[in-house]
Nanobody, 115 residues
Framework: QVQLVESGGGLVQPGGSLRLSCAAS????????MGWYRQAPGKQRELVAS???????KYADSVKGRFTISGGNAKNTVYLQMSSLKPEDTAVYHC?????????WGQGTQVTVSS
């Protein structure tokens, strides 16, 4: 069983930065896409950013220009650099690794943006 372990969440003031990391507990072959999702209280989980094995990235409109996703399939890790954070970015952030016939989720890390 593969586990994804996130780290890097916490409390930050508006305008601040955080870097989230997600690592797999063992090597995973043929990852097609690695992504970050978030879920705020009372809201549905939404895609924040994703990167394919070919290096193509996708961002939610609300985070474009502020967040950067990077990842290494070879190392089975993915990162999310978050800058210029806003209170509306407050949520539990989950990473996801997906292939042709599988999808693994991390347990989530809390990000709180507040003064």
């Amino acid at each position: 069983q593969v586990q994804l372990v996130e780290s890097g969440g916490g409390l930050v003031q508006p305008g601040g930065s955080l870097r989230l990391s997600c690592a797999a507990s063992r090597s995973i072959s043929s990852i097609y896409v690695m992504g970050w999702y978030r879920q705020a209280p009372g809201k549905q989980r939404e895609l924040v950013a994703s990167v394919t094995s070919g290096g193509s990235t996708k961002y939610a409109d609300s985070v474009k220009g502020r967040f950067t996703i990077s990842g290494g399939n070879a190392k089975n890790t993915v990162y999310l650099q978050m800058s210029s954070l806003k209170p509306e970015d407050t949520a539990v952030y989950h990473c996801n690794f997906a292939g042709m016939d599988y999808a693994y989720w991390g347990q989530g890390t809390q990000v709180t943006v507040s003064s």
